[in-house]
């Protein structure tokens, strides 16, 4: 039953990440079910930090599902954009107050495997994924270290597939930053 669960994971995981890099809605609702399944599957691998990533995703994906379609009912189009200084130092300080707090917690009162570590990516993770409700470029630059980290932490725990997944969005990362910066540059040449 893991390895069936840990199989769609990996798809829905690969598919809801194609999806976000076209901008498509559905990204959404697919994300949902690889967040529910990767709850379970964290759980069990007493990886805390992940854990409690895949329940907040759950209402990132809720948010970023309703603000895409409340703005798709009115005809209206979100742009790309990108963070100014003043949201990117307030980000910063977002992630690395919430990693010492989360690892605080799992260090001291859980037997959390890579408290420190799992908890920083899951900091990056969360802001990542309300940039990409905001559809803020910089959400592809999060995504690719978070991967990296999380492909480290996966070979630890020896969930194999899923260190397949996440060098699957690593490179999935890399081609919606891409991607995403091309449209970006055409919004600004189409604003001139």
Known sequence: MIKLLEILGFISGILGVW?????????FPVGLINVIISLYLFSLQ????DSLQQAVYILLLIYGWIRWNHTSDKNQYIPI???????????????????????TILANF??????????????????AQYLIA????????????????????????????????????????VLG???WKMELKTQYANAS
């Not at 999806?19 to 990204?27: D, V």
Request: charged content about 10%; some cysteine; aromatic content about 16%.
């Open 19 to 27: 999806l976000t890099m076209k901008k498509n809605i559905w990204c």
């Open 46 to 49: 007493a990886l805390y930090a």
């Open 81 to 103: 954009t990108s963070l100014n200084r003043k949201s990117i130092s307030i980000l910063v300080i977002v992630v690395s107050v919430s990693t010492i707090l989360l690892a």
């Open 110 to 127: 859980t037997n959390a495997q890579l408290p420190w570590l799992d908890s920083f990516a899951t900091s990056c993770a969360f802001i």
């Open 134 to 173: 905001r559809k803020k470029i910089e959400t592809w630059i999060l995504w690719m270290l978070v991967n990296f980290i999380y492909i480290g932490i996966y070979l630890n725990n020896e969930l194999y597939l899923y260190v397949v997944l996440f060098t699957l969005y690593g490179i999935l990362s």
């Open 177 to 179: 930053w891409n991607s």
